[in-house]
């Protein structure tokens, strides 16, 4: 399993980016999807989850109402919509996939597989 992920950039503070996770070498609509970030000196955190075959979608308080996760099965690919970006928001951000007969979203780190991480940056 490759995952790519793609998007990244420096925007302004309440500005968007939308995030990619494109996967080869399997079918994506197959695999949990995850979205971490972790910033400088701080620990990588769970920004975004979307189950396998319900698309039930879950968000850390930090993120809510903020982040959306979406997936196209037909492209292979995993998007995390981010809005209202702020200065904390700033991050690396991975993409990670795991097979799963749960119809839950995936929360924990414990992924099998982890794309490289793109840069977001957020200014003031």
């Known amino acids: 399993v490759q995952l790519q992920a793609s998007g990244g950039g420096l925007v302004q503070a309440g500005g968007s980016l939308r995030l990619s996770c494109a996967a080869s070498g399997v079918t994506f609509s197959d695999y949990a999807v995850g979205w971490f970030r972790q910033a400088p000196g701080k620990e990588r955190e769970l920004v975004a989850a979307?189950?396998?075959?319900?698309?039930?979608?879950y968000y850390p308080d930090s993120v809510k109402g903020r982040f959306t996760i979406s997936r196209d099965n037909a492209k292979n690919t995993v998007y995390l919509k981010m809005t209202s970006l702020k200065p904390e928001d700033t991050a690396e951000y991975y993409c990670?996939?795991?097979?799963?007969?749960?119809?839950?979203?995936?929360?924990?780190?414990?992924?099998?597989?982890w794309g490289q991480g793109t840069l977001v940056t957020v200014s003031s």
């Open positions: 979307i189950s396998w075959s319900t698309d039930i979608t």
């Open positions: 990670a996939a795991m097979l799963s007969d749960s119809t839950w979203p995936i929360v924990h780190p414990g992924y099998e597989h």
